[in-house]
């Protein structure tokens, strides 16, 4: 079956460096997405990895190896409104997304 | 960006009641639309995928009568929840896939919280 792993919560303190990461099997791959969600909102995309390596986008870095089947969100420099849930998802064979159930990302001052 | 809206926002009905919820595309066309569900905690289950001008194909365990999806154009896909029951109360989210290329981001509607009574 198709499985996307992450934790289910971290806490992070503001300024600092925070890592989340997601592993997962899946039919295909046809990359892998990440995206935050606030709390009563709709997912907002933050990123797109397909080829293997880091990519960087401001505060935020996401890292894929396909052959570990492993990814990981790099959030630097936190700030509050960090704060929220992120979800890891892949597009597998068929092009559709299979979700990770997300990581609620606590921030304390 | 792109952007998708959905209205309504927020829907409070009684038990037995019919809903539509719309999705649209406002700046680019979008061939193929994804109906998901959020339970409170939990991961976006996907409903159904629809494609303009067809049947929308969906998942395992939702119910097609029940979960009446139209894609009638480019811009537009409908999800009508039929004889709605409290266990139908939950967060919509729709999204939708540019027409170009296959692999890329989806773009995500607001959501609609349904709440029945």
């Known amino acids: 079956g198709q499985n996307i792993d992450q934790p289910t919560e971290m806490t992070a303190t503001e300024g600092a460096i925070v890592q989340i990461n997601c592993t997962y099997q899946t039919s295909g791959f046809n990359g892998l997405f990440w995206y935050q969600q606030h709390a009563g909102e709709a997912p907002t995309f933050l990123s797109y990895?397909?080829l293997d390596g880091l990519e960087e986008k401001g505060r935020f870095s996401s890292f894929l190896s396909r052959s570990k089947g492993y990814s990981y969100l790099l959030l630097k420099e936190l700030q509050m409104k960090d704060s929220a849930s992120y979800l890891c998802a892949v597009m597998d064979s068929n092009y559709q997304l299979i979700w990770g159930a997300g990581t609620k990302l606590i921030i304390k001052p | 960006g792109a952007v998708v809206s959905q209205h309504p926002s927020r829907v409070i009905c009684k038990s037995g009641t019919s809903v539509k919820i719309e999705c649209r595309s406002l700046d680019f066309q979008a061939t193929t639309m994804f109906w998901y569900r959020q339970f409170p905690k939990k991961s976006l289950m996907l409903m159904a995928t629809s494609n303009e001008g067809s049947k929308a194909t969906y998942e395992q365990g939702v119910e097609k009568d029940k979960f009446l999806i139209n894609h009638a154009s480019l811009t537009l896909s409908t999800l009508t929840v039929t004889s709605a029951h409290p266990e139908d109360s939950s967060f919509y989210i729709c999204?939708?896939?540019?027409?170009?290329?296959?692999?890329?981001?989806?773009?995500f509607g607001p959501g609609t919280r349904l709440t029945v009574t």
């Open positions: 990895n397909v």
């Open positions: 999204s939708a896939r540019d027409a170009g290329p296959e692999v890329g981001e989806q773009y």
